[in-house]
């Protein structure tokens, strides 16, 4: 008996859904779902949100597998979809406040909420790790969440951010560095 669907690799999976099978495409949603969702809120920092750019990042990697080139590729192709989105909207939430008189502008930008989290483990450092990323500048809190929480290597992190590998490093390493001192001060 040959492979069931849920446990044929990523590639296979987008090769029979542009061909058609649209339970692949749902395998595949169903495989990477969570890790979109968590993705989008460590840059949000608002489930709502996050939940909404979720279905919205499917719903665009659906409609345009076709234009998926290299179907080994998927995972990067779909994060990239969903950095895509979480730009747009952080974009949109500061045109709204800088059209909105006396709001914050502190109050509206994305944070990560503590206990919103989800499955994450608890923890006082995890806490402290939890503001100290929503503090980064996005593109840093984006490299490092996708090394260390989705377990891409830097050269998917740069394909992903559409920059080269030594800029993604940079991104990386020194938002460790600012993490370093934000902890190193609370």
Wanted: hydrophobic share 40%.
């Amino acid at each position: 008996m040959g492979l069931q669907i849920s446990d044929r690799p990523d590639a296979a999976l987008v090769r029979d859904a542009v061909s058609g099978q649209p339970e692949a495409f749902n395998v595949l949603v169903r495989r990477w779902e969570r890790k979109v969702y968590s993705f989008l809120l460590y840059l949000t920092g608002r489930p709502e949100d996050a939940f909404d750019m979720c279905q919205e990042v499917f719903l665009s990697g659906y409609r345009h597998l076709g234009q998926l080139k290299d179907p080994n590729k998927f995972r990067q192709w779909l994060f990239r979809i969903a950095r895509n989105a979480a730009h747009s909207h952080v974009r949109r939430q500061r045109e709204e406040e800088t059209s909105l008189d006396g709001l914050d502008p502190a109050e509206g930008s994305p944070r990560v909420r503590v206990g919103e989290v989800g499955r994450w483990e608890r923890g006082e450092l995890r806490i402290l790790v939890e503001k100290a990323l929503a503090e980064l500048p996005i593109e840093q809190r984006e490299a490092i969440v996708l090394k260390f929480y989705d377990g891409f290597k830097l050269e998917e992190i740069a394909e992903i951010q559409g920059c080269p590998l030594s800029t993604a490093k940079t991104r990386m390493y020194s938002g460790f560095e600012q993490l370093r001192k934000f902890i190193e001060r609370k």
